[in-house]
């Protein structure tokens, strides 16, 4: 009988989280421009390219663990419009150290926005090119939320939400080029948010120089 009543119960609680993750309905475009095809225009099959006048524009970015490579672009660059005009410019991508294993930072928009996508752009002739991450994103308002939560800590407990794991990388493992990645939602809103996070991941470890070359991020508001 008891067996019975909690197998019960377990249906009721998937009927409830079916309803309630029905709500997020996160839906990632990833497109791969070889090393042949990519040029500075950023221009991709699905994927919008760069913004100049998007919602990152007037961003903070904040690096909250994990040092920058020294042979690259402040974080600022993320958000600058500014793209790489060749394969191979460390001084317009940022990317995490050498050796290291990535490193995450925030980026605080200003204020509570709706957000319809998350834009993320890459550029490298191998191995630094795809892009490994997690995007978290907070509206602040928790009364326990942590603007700046170092990798020991659960960001689920701290106000943050996970939106999206991206992971670029082929099985065949010739990621060259360019890649341009769209976090979008079905319902046209990721939802309202003032800060987003990006955990990021080196993408190989075969060598110390797996860190992705990112070129630009950009956030689009909803409409
Ligand atoms: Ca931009």
Known sequence: MTQRITRVGLVILAL???TFTAHAQIKLTIDHNPNATATSAFKFKNVPSPAKDDAATKAK???IEGQADGNGAELSA???GALPTEEDQPATNFFWNAGTGGGRFQMDLGSVIDIA???TYSWHPNTRGPQVYR???SDGADAGFNP???T???LAKNGWKLIAVVDTRSKDGDDGGQFGVSITDARGSLGKFRYLLFDCYVTETADEFGNTFYSEIDVIAKK
């Open 16 to 18: 409830l989280t079916l």
């Open 152 to 154: 020991n800590i659960d």
């Open 148 to 150: 700046a939560p170092k």
């Open 78 to 80: 993320l958000t600058d």
């Open 135 to 137: 995007l978290w994103a």
């Open 117 to 119: 996508q998350v834009n």
């Open 61 to 63: 970015l904040l690096l």
